[in-house]
């Protein structure tokens, strides 16, 4: 074999291996685990564990009834979709405990992350919330110079008392999972404040803010971004109640038609924005999970899938507990998994639930991976 057939042979066969390992990694990318160390989660109280009834105002039972058997801090009958996100990026050696709140100065452990998520935040001010999604971008900043700070000084000082057990690790803090939900109440403050046509007209300078609070986040060594669209704000009962009377304002679901198209196309700018962000930032890789989609599912099969209709919620003022008129007020129903609302405005333990089933396994992600598989990019895998 002369020298020119055995050059074009040997890259042959590389160029073959190549091939052979970029089909392997892209078909099985979807069952490969990232083995994230770490979560660090921004957002309202859709995946707030603890945080603003540390800091504001106390979340009372019945709330956490279902599963933690106390309040839990969550305006919910017990878990979060944040707090099944343990269960579904674990891998055989590594279970992610639950979420500390950054605000809440008892039992916490940040070892392996930590939640700056808070009730009615927003991602511009103002709103129902102080800590916006700017203040809590800060709050991870100061969080992560400062722990990381104390866990050097207590390694180098070994006879120090302290621990460094609930500590993160400073060199994870780059191989850790952000997660950001955060979006829905911007759109309700502005439903309950200005008008649709003013809402809608607000969508650009949202979704603007966002951008450079990613961008600070990735100069500050994230990498990998799990992002959640806004939910269908128009199926909330909350919202529903208010248009009972006008059905020509709901749609098929009996959820309010005009709130659910806001969300649609706030939720369109959000994934150009992060189709924006791929091309800035191509050493990170950008999760879109569509949960108004699965939502909206869990809505529209309702009872088929077990519930009740989704306008019945099963806890009124959930928050507080009360009498009027020698009624009891605060109380849940005897079946809060039959109920995709706790409350009117948050969604009940099992549905929560079932909804991390499905966008946690890609089914309504873009690209369409898995948790487990968020440090990979289908498009750029070799």
């Not at 780059?174 to 969508?203: E, P």
Request: hydrophobic share 40%; glycine share 8%.
């Amino acid at each position: 074999m002369g020298f020119p057939w055995k050059l074009f042979y040997v890259f042959g066969i590389l160029f073959w291996g190549f091939s052979q390992r970029w089909r392997t990694v892209e078909s099985n990318a979807g069952s490969f685990s990232c083995g994230f160390p770490a979560i660090y989660n921004f957002g309202d109280s859709n995946s707030d564990t603890g945080g603003i009834s540390a800091a504001m105002s106390e979340i009372l039972s019945p709330n956490g009834e279902t599963f933690f058997g106390h309040p839990a801090g969550r305006a919910c009958d017990g878990r979060l979709i944040i707090d099944f996100i343990g269960k579904f990026t674990s891998s055989e050696n590594l279970k992610l405990p639950y979420l500390s709140a950054y605000l809440d100065s008892v039992g916490t452990n940040f070892r392996h992350g930590a939640n700056f998520a808070t009730g009615g935040s927003s991602i511009r001010p103002p709103g129902y919330s102080p800590f916006n999604l700017w203040v809590q971008i800060s709050q991870f900043i100061q969080f992560k110079a400062r722990t990381s700070s104390l866990y050097n000084q207590l390694t180098l000082n070994r006879r120090n008392p302290l621990t460094i057990s609930n500590l993160p690790r400073p060199a994870e803090f780059s191989q850790a999972l952000y997660t950001i939900d955060i979006g829905q109440n911007d759109l309700a403050h502005g439903f309950q404040y200005t008008t649709v046509k003013q809402v809608l007209a607000s969508i650009p300078d949202i979704i603007g803010q966002l951008p450079q609070a990613i961008h600070t986040l990735y100069n500050e060594g994230a990498r990998f971004f799990w992002v959640h669209n806004t939910g269908p704000i128009g199926c909330l009962p909350v919202s529903v109640l208010y248009e009972i009377s006008k059905p020509w304002n709901l749609d098929k679901n009996g959820c309010v038609r005009l709130q659910n198209e806001v969300a649609m196309e706030f939720n369109r700018q959000l994934k150009d924005m992060i189709s924006q962000l791929r091309a800035q930032l191509p050493f990170a890789r950008f999760t879109y999970v569509d949960v108004y989609s699965a939502k909206y599912t869990l809505v529209s099969d309702a009872k088929n899938l077990g519930f009740v209709e989704a306008v019945n919620f099963c806890c009124g003022n959930c928050m507080k507990k009360g009498m009027a008129n020698g009624t009891v007020y605060g109380n849940p129903c005897n079946h809060p998994a039959k109920h995709i609302s706790w409350d009117g405005i948050h969604y009940s333990q099992a549905a929560n639930m079932w909804v991390a089933e499905r966008i946690f396994n890609g089914s309504f992600s873009d690209p369409p991976l898995s948790i487990q598989s968020a440090c990979h990019h289908q498009t750029t895998i070799l």
